[in-house]
């Protein structure tokens, strides 16, 4: 985890003084000094892809700044590579920025909106002989880019005149070659350190419809050159990237400042890493294209839709991102700290319900046939406001297979021969007698009640030491339940050299429980809406693969206590 951003006693008193990371430090000096008379932030996402876990912290960082300073904050679609992106992924990101509760004040843009300016710097850079237009083939510009200890080669079309750049980069804009054939380079220093600087490609020729602009260019802008000049056009004060980008900045600064443009600032910091899991955009959709998993939202993939899905909060994300901080250092966070913040924010806010997920038959043998009464339950203990609902009990009930042994020990305080245990909300009862079938496999357990030990109402004096939850047979609500855990097995599925990420998938991620028995009111529950089965979890409809199922499907978003020991 990073260094946390904990405060210090102030020199006047005993409250601690609030700290910041250092991005914030920075805006606090900006301001203070009068650089900016306010901030501008953005979130500058390429839409070829479902967001991730890790675009949830630089989402909470932007936005979270902008908020915190009363600055703006721009969403940004960096559309640049055509051949790549689609609506789809447009739709999907505005979802996950606004479901996890922020909104771009200062607009939404795409870099596709400046395709026509970032032209018109090109040709600047070609008028002021920063840039030509170069013939060679990929495989010779790579080549004539040298090694970091040894110094690259000009191009032997380096220094054409400017007329014939101007009129060669035209010819490209109008189609005139085939894509590939040619491409636009920054003119900087082919022997300098830092190899981005060594001449960068700023425009190729692309002939692929753009989801915007159709086939309106054959041209497209690299990331590197488009990137600076979207935030000065935008008058972003600071571009908040990760560290990846910290060898790109030079180049970021060399372009703002040939184009004599909005000086836009860029800090990196270290980005998210999550164990278990990988991060890659590229190997998530590798995932969803093989089959591997149902789709950019399978609740077991990191992406914010996924999490979503599973039954994950705004509001846990949120804390979550809080907790790992912001550094300058690069590092894997346990998966387990993600659980433990939706975990802490359900406790409080799940109301709890009752489920069987492996039912057998349990029978009260001395509870009045045809009788039924309404017990009843707290719907959450931490919140005295949520109040009560009343759940049906009868002679039938449903018990967890796994809550009766035949043989037990000392310490075993569920149902088995010689045990006593209290139903949940409801009565204590004793061991009577249980039946097998012919294989051996346990299909009741019966039982005899004390009708003076009523939750609430208690006067038996028998201490019952285990507590069982239950579901009245005769109005139990049939479900499936999807039980998760992680997608791979290994903590860093992706860091081993000569091996495939895929090698490492966990083939027990998903459990699908059928006929599970849940209590009566859960039938009313909105997809989305996260419950506490008790003793089982924290769960939540999955609306939509309900409706496409036909009928309900509940997932698990997390167990009730950090059970993982891989």
Not at 35 to 51: S, W
Not at 177 to 198: E, F
Request: charged share 25%.
């Amino acid at each position: 985890m990073s260094e946390p951003t904990t405060g210090h006693k102030s020199e006047h008193g005993d409250e601690p003084a609030e700290s910041f990371h250092f991005i914030e430090q920075i805006i606090r000096d900006d301001l203070a000094s009068g650089k900016h008379p306010g901030i501008h932030t953005r979130f500058p996402p390429e839409p070829n892809g479902y967001l991730h876990i890790g675009h949830a912290k630089a989402i909470c960082l932007s936005f979270g700044l902008a908020a915190k300073y009363n600055g703006q904050v721009n969403l940004r679609f960096d559309d640049t590579n055509p051949e790549k992106e689609s609506q789809e992924y447009v739709d999907a990101i505005r979802r996950d920025v606004q479901w996890l509760g922020f909104d771009w004040n200062g607009g939404e843009f795409f870099t596709s909106d400046y395709f026509g300016q970032l032209h018109a710097f090109a040709v600047k850079l070609i008028e002021d002989g920063h840039a030509y237009v170069d013939h060679q083939s990929p495989d010779e510009i790579a080549a004539g880019k040298g090694t970091p200890t040894r110094a690259g080669q000009e191009s032997p079309y380096r220094n054409r005149t400017v007329e014939e750049n101007l009129a060669l980069f035209q010819e490209m804009k109008d189609g005139v070659h085939p894509d590939g054939h040619c491409v636009l380079r920054a003119k900087i220093d082919m022997a300098h350190p830092n190899m981005h600087m060594r001449d960068p490609i700023i425009y190729r020729i692309k002939r692929a419809h753009h989801h915007r602009t159709g086939d309106d260019w054959c041209i497209y802008p690299m990331y590197d050159f488009a990137h600076g000049q979207s935030d000065s056009i935008e008058g972003i004060t600071h571009s908040l990237c990760t560290l990846e980008f910290e060898v790109h900045r030079p180049l970021y600064e060399w372009f703002i400042q040939a184009l004599d443009i909005f000086p836009s600032r860029q800090i990196e910091f270290a980005r998210l890493n999550l164990d278990h899991t990988v991060m890659s955009k590229r190997k998530l959709l590798t995932l969803v294209e093989d089959g591997v998993v149902d789709g950019w939202d399978d609740p077991r993939m990191p992406t914010i839709s996924g999490l979503r899905r599973r039954g994950f909060t705004p509001e846990s994300i949120r804390t979550f991102c809080d907790r790992v901080g912001i550094a300058k250092r690069e590092n894997v966070i346990d998966f387990s700290l993600l659980e433990w913040a939706l975990r802490d924010h359900l406790n409080r806010v799940a109301f709890r319900a009752m489920a069987v997920l492996d039912p057998v038959k349990l029978v009260i043998v001395n509870y009045p046939e045809g009788q039924t009464e309404m017990l009843p339950s707290e719907n959450n203990p931490e919140d005295e406001s949520a109040g009560h609902r009343a759940l049906p009990f009868s002679r039938t009930l449903w018990m967890e297979r796994e809550d009766f042994k035949e043989e037990a020990s000392r310490k075993w305080f569920r149902l088995a021969p010689g045990k006593t245990v209290r139903l949940k909300s409801a009565y204590i009862v004793s061991y009577e007698d249980h039946v097998v079938d012919a294989d051996g496999r346990l299909q009741e357990v019966h039982v005899s009640y004390y009708p003076n030990s009523k939750s609430g109402s208690d006067t038996s004096g028998i201490k019952a030491k285990g507590t069982l939850h239950w579901v009245n047979a005769d109005t139990a609500v049939d479900a499936e339940v999807r039980l998760y855990d992680r997608l791979f097995s290994d903590p860093k599925p992706d860091g081993h050299e000569g091996r495939e990420f895929s090698e490492f998938l966990n083939p027990e991620s998903l459990e699908i429980r059928t006929g599970c028995k849940l209590e009566p009111s859960l039938a009313q529950a909105e997809g989305g809406t996260p419950f506490q089965f008790t003793r089982l979890g924290y769960f939540t409809l999955d609306g939509a693969k309900s409706e496409s199922e036909g009928h309900m499907v509940w997932n698990r978003s997390v167990t009730l206590r950090d059970g993982w020991k891989g």
